[in-house]
């Protein structure tokens, strides 16, 4: 078995684009080896911010000769009355190159078998490698030189061999050699014999070319210098796939500043360090801040002074206006904030900020009404929850939206509730990030996102799949984890109804919110449940109650019982409509009749599925009996009605658990 090296040196490429290389890489090289039936057993791509590499493992010599049976002309056609070619029949023949002995028929056609010789691998190879670069995708690619081509960036160097042979390519501009470059402060002009001394040639280069590998690196030597000091990090993992992405050689490096800055919010003190310089930050073991920070550099070296005063340099200027931002902010309290959102659109035809948080006061207080809580915590988180949109740290740091104002709102003295709240109402920031755990944030934060779902919809720009205005699928994603994750009753259709019906914008979007709603939630779901159940179950509108969905969603999850499942696909077959009459006892004719109506009317929900779906499937000899023993379109009327009637409240019993017609 052989192995392939495949290596582009580039200019310093943007870190969001590696990652999507990678994937592109592999699966182009995955896809060429398998069209081509050419064996391998793996592909690994590797790449730092100046080289993308893969390693093709496990490469056979060759593609498999192949034999495959061509079918030619009719045969009075390739032959003529003496038996010879025609020349349709030579064109065929020479065509396919056979002679007229390869050649039979069969079902009045000519056909020939044909063997085709596999062809060699790094032939193959050279053919297909500069075709599946050339088809990388990314955002601001650039031409340079006399190029026609794109790419990220300019490219310096192509590697390409298999085994210990050179595979002669061009990428664009440049054709391939057994050369690579190590760091640009280490050793350059490195052969590389034979694709398995390609890794520990760049290490030894100071190259971690493997980003995996790097990644553990960061990790440990950020640990490393936490240690030091007593003290932990908080990596996210975009920040440390970000750093990973930035360098070649990782080494860490210790650097303060002044105690001063832990006056201003701790989130403004961490956004600075890790979303604008990227930068690992340093808590005590109980989770404060401290004046410390880790960055990860691509030097290589023992002397750091120059990294430590550079990096607190940038460091103390983004510092020194947060702190300016922070003191002219506090010398007046949070609620004077909120009369300066008038002047803020919140979306066109949907009037201002303030009018948007006049709509989440109302929502707010229906909501904590339909959930029984009485808290006036709850108004004025609502009161101030967009208050420090208007406040000069959040014009700066606007990520921090929600985080300042619950600083802001403690430093004027509000109750921890409302901190929480108006902090929390945010939340989850992602997919994976936590729900709210104060009532104020959850109700507020639901009432929010309600408003602005509702307000894209009314405005006519609801999500397509390459657009999502305001991030109305996050905010949908929210609201569902939120009721889950904390059991609350809550009908959001009423809600969804109430938040319509506050827009300054009239819309009939209802049942378009509704069914956005109840699609995120299949999404969401989609994971842990089969999309049948989902879908069957959605038929009883989840909105009025998400909790009771998932209840029915676990109890149908658990159905094994195919008798049940005729049963109630038979009624829903029969009834086209449900017939509205009240069942009379005095109409029945045969002892079946009065058998299912008994055995219907002894079912009955007491808040547990599970006991339901047993008892459905408790009647299911009740219901085949009288199947078998009725004929429900009688010829008397009354009797067919009332018999159209009975299994009415049988399929009311099945549709209250789900749609079966879908399972």
Known sequence: M???????????????????????????????????????????VMAT?????????????????????????????????????????????????VTKADLYVEDNYVYAKISIKGKNTKELLQENVPNIFSKLQGPHFMRWGANDVKFSRPIRWVLSILDSEQVPVRIIDKDSSNITNGHRFSTQNIVINNPDEYVSKLRDAKVIVDQEERKAKILELTKIEADKLNAVTKISDDLLEEVTFIVEYPVAVTCDFDTAYLTIPQEVAVTVMETHQRYFALYEKSGKLINKFVTITNYIGNEFENIKAGNLRVIKARLDDAVFFFNEDTKKPLESYVESLKGMTFQ??????????????KLSEKIASALGVNKPSIKRTAELCKADLATNLVFEFTELQGFIGADYARVSGEEQGVQDGIREHYFPLNADSETAKSVEGQVVGIADKIDTICAVFAAGKKPTGSSDPLGVRRAALGIIKTILEHGLKLNLSDIIAEAIALLPQKADVKADVEEFFVQRLIIFLNSEYSKNVLEACSANNPCKDLCDYVLRVKAVSGLNDEKLLENANRVLRILKEDVKSEVKESLFVE??????????????????????????????SVVTKFFDDVLVMDKDENIKNNRLALLTELKNKYTLLTDFSKL
């Open 2 to 44: 052989s192995k392939y090296l495949f290596e582009v040196g580039v200019e310093e490429l943007p870190y969001k684009f590696i990652p999507m290389a990678i994937d592109q890489l592999k699966q182009g090289f995955e896809k060429f080896l398998n069209d081509n039936n050419v064996g391998f057993s793996s592909v690994k």
């Open 49 to 97: 911010p100046r080289r993308l590499a893969v390693i093709v493992d496990g490469l056979v010599s060759s593609q498999p000769d192949v034999e495959k049976t061509v079918k030619g002309p009719i045969a009075k056609v390739a032959f003529d009355e003496q038996g010879n070619l025609s020349k349709a029949g030579e064109g065929f023949a020479n065509k396919n190159g």
């Open 348 to 361: 066109k035809g949907m009037g201002s900020v303030y009018d948007k948080t006049g709509r989440i006061i």
């Open 591 to 620: 002892q079946a009749e009065k058998d299912l109506l008994t055995a219907v009317r002894g079912i009955s929900f007491s808040g547990d599925y599970g006991k339901y779906l047993s008892d459905l499937k408790s009647i299911n």
